[in-house]
């Protein structure tokens, strides 16, 4: 079993940058696909990046590709999200999710999620 920590969350303008940090504990880090998921308000959860057990495959979604970066550090058990070029529709609580199944973009493949962080882009 996975226990996921956020962090890196805060208040940007609109244009600026933040990475988001989770950090895993429990099962082998290496042997989860890693994803991040974001909720806004009055919105349901989507879809944000994936990146595959090695970190060689990513996977991203439409709105955030470009801009965004996922990335891990196995030995660190860590999985980061770069984020750039924020815009204010950007704004929601990030979640940091795990799976031990194949990389997906539906946040019912993954088995365990993180507590949130949020991010607020001011425009």
């Known amino acids: 079993q996975a226990q996921l920590v956020e962090s890196g969350g805060g208040l940007v303008q609109a244009g600026g940058s933040l990475r988001l940090s989770c950090a895993a504990s429990?099962?082998?880090?290496?042997?989860?696909?890693m994803g991040w998921f974001r909720q806004a308000p009055g919105k349901e959860r989507e879809f944000a990046a994936a990146?595959?057990?090695?970190?060689?495959?990513?996977r991203y979604a439409d709105s955030v590709k470009g801009r965004f970066i996922i990335s891990r550090d196995n030995a660190k058990k860590v999985v980061y999200l770069q984020m750039n070029d924020l815009k204010p529709e950007d704004t929601a609580v990030y979640y940091c999710?795990?799976?031990?199944?194949?990389?997906?973009?539906?946040?019912?493949?993954?088995?365990?999620w993180g507590q949130g962080t949020q991010v607020t882009v001011s425009s």
């Open positions: 990146i595959s057990l090695s970190g060689i495959r990513q």
């Open positions: 429990g099962r082998t880090f290496s042997s989860y696909v």
């Open positions: 999710a795990a799976t031990d199944k194949s990389i997906a973009d539906s946040d019912y493949e993954y088995d365990y």
